[in-house]
Nanobody, 128 residues
Framework: VQLQASGGGLMQAGGSLRLSCAAS????????MGWFRQAPGKEREFVAA????????YYADSVKGRFTIFRDNAKNTVYLQMSSLKPEDTAVYYC??????????????????????WGQGTLVTVSS
């Protein structure tokens, strides 16, 4: 499985960006996909995730109400619509995919070790 993220760039605070992540490779049927981010000098942190079949979504508190994750199953693509961007959103954003069952309250949705495949990352820079 290969994940190709795109859509990053430079944006002023308050602006919007949409990230995309297209998957290719083996028969693509994950249990979910997600986005993590990593700012310089910080650990990788969870941003959002979505169940691939049911579409249930999960968000970090820091982005809830500002970011929306959605998917297009036919295109094997997941998106992250980011609005009301803040300088603290500056980071490299990674898309990721997971296989294996996980209930809606399973902590594996929000930790890096809960995912099996990672994209290369796309840089988002938000200026104040």
């Amino acid at each position: 499985v290969q994940l190709q993220a795109s859509g990053g760039g430079l944006m002023q605070a308050g602006g919007s960006l949409r990230l995309s992540c297209a998957a290719s490779g083996r028969s693509f049927s994950p249990s979910g996909m997600g986005w993590f981010r990593q700012a310089p000098g910080k650990e990788r942190e969870f941003v959002a995730a979505i169940g691939w079949s049911g579409g249930r979504t999960y968000y970090a508190d820091s982005v809830k109400g500002r970011f929306t994750i959605f998917r297009d199953n036919a295109k094997n693509t997941v998106y992250l619509q980011m609005s009301s961007l803040k300088p603290e959103d500056t980071a490299v954003y990674y898309c990721t995919a997971r296989w294996g069952a996980a209930g809606p309250y399973d902590s594996r949705w929000s930790i890096p070790s809960g995912y099996d495949y990672w994209g290369q990352g796309t840089l988002v820079t938000v200026s104040s």
